[in-house]
């Protein structure tokens, strides 16, 4: 069971639970307290500390759009990435699953038809309609895939990529929260959807939908901008630099 992909896939169910358990934490059980903005933060901050955790095992995707988006520029195997969305999902139910254990505990504290769901209409802060939110979501989703893309490429900054992603994810957040609440990623919408029920579940697929869209447009801009770049294996994978192997 010790192997690069057991990691990797392992990697990607645990980063994408944690991601859900404190991201949307933070809007579940402290957004009263931190508002728009330290929600955002915790969004971008967790994603910034899982990408140096886990970025060198499985790339820390966390995020099945992102994933598709790695797909298309033939970063990763059709296999990879399917072990990676199940993987994903599986995560975010967990996360979600834990999220709601402790929310619970809480006296007074809402879930149902909340719980850090994503929505639109009535369920929007600014009631912003179905097709705003579709488009926003694409967009949204489409910025944070061009990032990864650009700086996991050969020719980016080495030890800067956690960063610029992480700053990325928190701006998305910072537009994103007021609309729709911020999906950008489906597998953080479909954990919290499960335990929300009522509107939250009605309005899912919109929120899996439109960040996949987002993806593959990312996907296709990224070849436009960047020169081909594409191991078909997850980092864990990957044979060690040349002087490491002269080394061993």
């Not at 010790?2 to 809007?27: H, I, K, N, W, Y």
């Not at 330290?38 to 994603?47: N, R």
């Not at 850090?116 to 967009?139: C, K, P, Q, T, Y």
């Not at 610029?164 to 928190?170: F, T, Y």
């Amino acid at each position: 069971m010790d192997t690069p992909e057991t990691r990797s896939v392992v990697s990607e169910f645990l980063g994408t639970l944690l991601l859900v358990f404190f991201a949307v934490g933070a809007a579940v059980l402290a957004g009263e307290y931190i508002g728009t903005f330290g929600i955002a933060l915790s969004f971008g901050f967790t994603l910034l500390a899982l990408a140096y955790a886990l970025g060198p095992i499985s790339g820390c995707h966390v995020n099945p759009a992102v994933t598709l988006g790695m797909l298309i520029a033939h970063r990763i195997t059709l296999r990879t990435a399917v072990e990676y969305w199940i993987a994903q999902l599986l995560g975010g139910i967990v996360g979600a699953a834990i999220l709601f254990l402790v929310a619970k505990q809480v006296p007074g504290l809402k879930t149902d038809g909340a719980f850090g769901s994503n929505g639109f209409g009535d369920r929007s802060a600014v009631h912003i309609n179905l097709g705003g939110a579709f488009v926003a979501e694409i967009v949204l989703t489409f910025l944070l895939v061009f990032v990864v893309l650009a700086v996991t490429h050969k020719v980016a900054l080495v030890g800067f990529d956690g960063l610029a992603i992480g700053i990325a994810l928190a701006t998305i957040h910072l537009i994103g929260i007021p609309l729709t609440g911020t999906s950008v990623n489906p597998a953080r919408s479909f954990g919290p959807a499960l335990f929300a029920g009522g509107g939250a579940l009605s309005q899912l697929w919109l929120f899996i939908v439109a960040p996949l869209i987002g993806g593959v447009l990312a996907a296709l801009a990224h070849r436009l901008t960047h020169t081909p770049y594409s191991p078909l294996r997850p980092p864990a994978e990957q044979e060690p630099p040349a002087d490491e192997r002269a080394a061993s």
